[in-house]
Every structure is written in C-alpha cells, then in structure tokens.
C-alpha cells in the first residue's frame, strides 16, 4: 500500500515541488527516508511518528519507506514533517485519498499541532505556478501564503483537523485576504528628517541620491547626526509597489525573519549590521545558502556604519553586488542568486577621535594615525560611491531653533515625482534610476554640450576621475530630463536648481537638477578624500 502526497522545497529564493511518496510493506517494524534528507528530515520520523499517535491514529508497525523525489534535490528542514504523516494516513488506509491538486507544507509539533515553516511564500507561489488549486499551512503562516493570488490557502490547526476536512467531516476554512488593502497602508518609519536640525546640504545631499538611487557616504564628528540622517532614508524613498513589497517579504520569509502578524512588509528595507559581520553574513551563504544583509536590504537601504572599521575583505566582497545588483553562490546544495539592489549609505569619522579637520575641537590623532585610518577604505569602493558629503557640527542656534522642518512625507512626494521622470526616461529598458544607468545609457541619456564637454574634461585630467567615476558624474547631472519631453526641457547642460518656498532643493521642476560646478566639488571629494586629507597633512608623496 502506498500513497503520494504533493510538498515544496525552497532553495535559494526559488520553490520546487517534491512528491512524498511512503510505502508500506510486511517485514520488521522500521522506518526508512531516502531522496536527500538532510538532518531536521531525519528528524522528522521522530515528529511523525508521535504527532499519529497523540492525534489519535495509529503508527503502522510495518516496513515504512518514505521517498523524497526528486531523489537528485536535497531536502532540508522541518515542513515535510505534514506530508509525510498524511502520506502514512493514507497508506495506512485510516486518510481518505483526496489530496490531488493539493500541496502540504508544515512542521508537526509531538501533539500533532502545526508549527511555523520558513519561506512559506516562495513555497506557494511555486505551488500556483504549478497548477496546484489548494495549499494546506500552518495557521500562523495563513496570511503569508494568501498573498498569493490564484491558489485557495487553508490554514491547518493541527493533522486531526486536516483529515477531517480531507474526509469532508468537518471543513477548515478557506484563508482570504487582500493584499492591495495592506499596500495601500501608508509605512511607518520611527525616524523623521524634520527631527533633523541643521544639516540642509546633507538633507539635500540624501534626496538626490534617493532620486537617483546613489550611494552615499557621510564624513563627519561624533553627534553630528550622520546615523539620524541615514535612519530618513527609507522614509523619504518612494513607497514600495505591490511587486517590491512581495520581493522584499520573500526575502524575510526564507531568512524567517517576518515579524508576527506582518504578512507583507510594506516598509523599506533598513538593514544596519555591526562592522564585526563575517562576508558570509553580508552577501549570504551557509552549507544551504541563505540571503545575508545585502538581500536583506533589498529594495532598501544598507547602512554601514563607522565604515572603516569594518574588514577590508568584508568590504571588498561587497564591491561586485554594488555594481551588478544580485548576487550569486555557488555550494554543495546549487547555486543559487539573491537580488541585492539596495542603496549603500556609509557614515565615518574623518578620523580615529573623529575631530579631525572640526573647527573647534583639536584633533588628538598623529597624521600617521589619520592617514592609516582613511585608507581603510580603498579606492575601488570609495568609487562606487557616488555622492560624499561632510556632516560638520550643528551650531547652537540651529539646535534650539524651533522653527518646523520639512517633514520625510513631502520630501518623498518630490523624490516621488523624480523617480517617475526617470521611469518615463527609461521606459522599455530595464533600468529604473539614474544609479542603474549603464555605460551605453549614460551615453544615450547624458549628451554634454561644448562647454560642459570641456568642463567634464579639465576635471577628468585635474582629478583623476576613473571611468567609472566619469559615469558617475554625469548620471548625477541628469537628475531632471526625459526624452519623451519637448526640447527646451531636454537641454542638455545641467543648470542650478530653481529652490521656491515649497521646493526648497529645486527637485520638483523637470530639468537636469545639479549643476557641473557642484559636481566639480563633489567628485573632488569622492575621488581624493584620502588625497584631501593627505595634503592637508602635507603628505602629498605618500
Ligand atoms: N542634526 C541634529 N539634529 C537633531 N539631533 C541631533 C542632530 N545630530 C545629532 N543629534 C542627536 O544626537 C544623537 C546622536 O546622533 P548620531 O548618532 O546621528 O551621531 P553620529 O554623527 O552618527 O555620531 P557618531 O560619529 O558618534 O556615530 C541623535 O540621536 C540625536 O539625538
Ligand atoms: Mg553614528
């Protein structure tokens, strides 16, 4: 007697269909799992068995196999532990064989009450994808599996309650929910960039690069607010789509990291790890790889805080998902690709005891000290990062003032409205931002006129700009214009923001927003920081 009942594994992100077939045959009482099972699937024989007899069933004491297939897939985890009972069940002839088009997914706790799985999402999609009409969870992972449309979810208390309803006894529910209603629920961030005092051009400075989806670095004392601001991030980007919101909330769903009663994440992702973070811990991995901070920040922002003490080799790994926005791991298991397109923001200290170059307090470091601690940073990711701006020591004034700032909301409405001129900018390409432009767009989309082809060329000669960071500038410019837009709008040369009383960075007008002169000034910064600091210090041969 046999029985085959339909499950999922997840690797990667990604969900695959296994089939759960258990035999059962004359011989001496044993218990056999056979197709890949890793340790928590052996395990599981112990689960099974317990969970059948406290739910009032009994164990066969038969020769049982229970195939795994395919045999090729390895199997990790606890949520075979539902379909390898329901197989025995109805093996056993004590289930109704009814289970087609059906798929079952869930840990079973000794009493035969169902618990928690991770991934959950990936695993009913898949489900969907295959044509499968029903898919019986865990109760508390119910609203997780109805976000997907075009499957019925029925959430299952405990393996009693699921015969029963299989053997149409006593019927469990369908789960329904909406996931465009919890969408539409606007995000809740704790921090707000009218907490902020002072620091306009870092203000400023953080929503061009949420507009154009930059990374950024912040240099500055202790105090002066370069966490606070960092923390604005995710409230002044765009509110995430339901398609973004759901890529996000896989993500979590495989790391098991869904806060409770939190089917979709509607918030931006904030990740913030502490500089001791292994590299596997960062861009993912383990024996069964799993999504590390980068994917975790996916959609959102990775904030690295006191950027240099974090280890060189951590910082080097990160270098290649900055530029390709996945990231890709190769282990016994497969290999497997995590999206990582997240915005990088570092904050630093110029400095060891963080004062150097500050106007009041004296640095107490030797310039030994202060070159060592900026080269901590190398050259290739200072690059990669497109916008540097220094956060100095907010004044008195500014500090008790009360007059009201500009709130996180009506900023997000202009860096809103700037993503949408680059969406109709780059309609029919893959590209969504000005940070995502390739060489090929830059060229299609950036044209310099005469003097702004000198202007860029004195300062790829003076500054050493890189290829790269000659990219990087003029993605920067053209913050403003679309193609699709009449041609005094598409001037090509960048020209001063126009600030208004509602529009105090000028970032609401159509038109290329920053002008050449301010990029002079910042790629000065982005391209010699450690230059900067050395020549200060007189070590211009160093
Ligand atoms: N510009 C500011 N406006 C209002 N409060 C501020 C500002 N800057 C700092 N603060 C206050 O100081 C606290 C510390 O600021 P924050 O952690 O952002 O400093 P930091 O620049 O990151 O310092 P460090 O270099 O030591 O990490 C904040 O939680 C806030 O209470
Ligand atoms: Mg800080």
Not at 127 to 149: G, N, Q, S, T, W
Not at 251 to 261: E, T
Not at 421 to 430: C, I, M, P, V
Not at 434 to 454: I, S, T
Request: aromatic residues 6%; glycine residues 8%; proline residues 8%.
């Amino acid at each position: 007697m046999w029985a085959r009942v339909a499950s999922c594994a997840v690797l990667g992100l990604e969900g695959a269909v296994v089939e759960v077939e258990a035999d059962i045959a004359q011989g001496l009482p044993s218990f056999t799992v056979v197709g890949l099972p890793d340790k928590a699937v052996q395990e599981s024989r112990e689960r099974v068995r317990s969970a059948i007899k406290n739910s009032g069933f009994s164990f066969p004491l038969k020769r049982l196999t229970v195939n795994l297939a395919p045999a090729d897939l390895p199997k990790q985890g606890p949520a075979y532990d539902l379909p390898m009972a329901l197989g025995i069940l109805e093996a056993s002839g004590q289930a109704a064989p009814n289970a087609q088009d059906s798929l079952f997914i869930g840990e079973l706790s000794l009493d035969g009450g169902l618990r928690h799985v991770d991934g959950i999402l990936p695993m009913v999609g898949t489900a969907r994808d295959h044509r499968y009409k029903r898919a019986f969870v865990p109760v508390m992972d119910a609203p997780e599996a109805a976000l997907i449309e075009g499957i019925e979810v029925y959430p299952v208390p405990d393996l009693a309650a699921l015969v029963s309803h299989l053997s149409r006894e006593e019927e469990i529910p369908a789960f329904r929910t909406n996931p465009q209603s919890i969408e539409q629920e606007d995000p809740v961030y704790d921090v707000d960039l009218s907490d902020v005092r002072g620091q306009e051009h870092a203000k400023r400075a953080l929503e061009v690069a949420a507009s154009g989806g930059h990374n950024l670095l912040m240099t500055g004392p202790p105090g002066a607010g370069k966490t606070l601001l960092a923390r604005c991030l995710p409230g002044i980007l765009p509110r995430m789509g339901i398609d973004e919101a759901l890529d996000v909330t896989k993500i979590y769903s495989v790391r098991g990291l869904l806060p409770p009663n939190t089917p979709l994440l509607v918030n931006r992702p904030f990740r913030s790890p502490h500089h001791t973070i292994s590299n596997a811990g960062l861009v993912g991995g383990g024996s069964w790889p799993k999504p590390g901070e980068i994917s975790l920040a996916h959609n959102g922002v990775l904030f690295l805080d006191e950027l240099p003490e974090f280890g060189q080799r951590v910082l080097e790994v990160l270098r290649q998902p900055m530029e390709d926005r996945v990231v890709s791991i190769s282990r016994a298991a497969g290999t497997v690709v995590f999206p990582a397109s997240f915005m990088m923001v570092g904050a630093m200290n110029p400095c060891p005891c963080g004062y150097f170059g500050d106007p009041v307090r004296e640095c107490t470091d030797s310039l030994a000290i202060v070159t060592r601690y900026q080269k901590r940073l190398s050259g290739p990711l200072l690059d990669r990062i497109d916008i540097h701006v220094d956060v100095p020591r907010v004044e008195y004034e500014k500090l008790t003032g009360n007059q009201s700032l500009e709130r996180s909301a009506s900023v997000r409405d202009r860096v809103e409205s700037a993503r949408n001129r680059q969406r109709l900018r780059f309609e029919g390409t893959d590209t969504t931002t000005n940070g995502e432009m390739g060489p090929r767009e830059v060229r299609k989309f950036c044209e310099l006129d005469e003097a702004g082809r000198n202007l860029l060329r004195s300062a790829v000669r003076q500054l050493h700009l890189s290829a790269r960071a000659f990219h990087r500038v003029l993605k920067l410019a053209w913050l403003g214009p679309s193609p699709t837009w009449p041609e005094k709008m598409r001037s090509p040369r960048p020209i001063w923001p126009k600030r208004s009383n509602t529009d105090p960075v000028g970032l609401s007008e159509p038109g290329p927003r920053l002008s050449l002169l301010r990029w002079q000034r910042l790629t000065r910064q982005a391209s010699g920081r450690v230059q900067v600091a050395r020549s200060r210090a007189g070590f211009n041969s160093a």
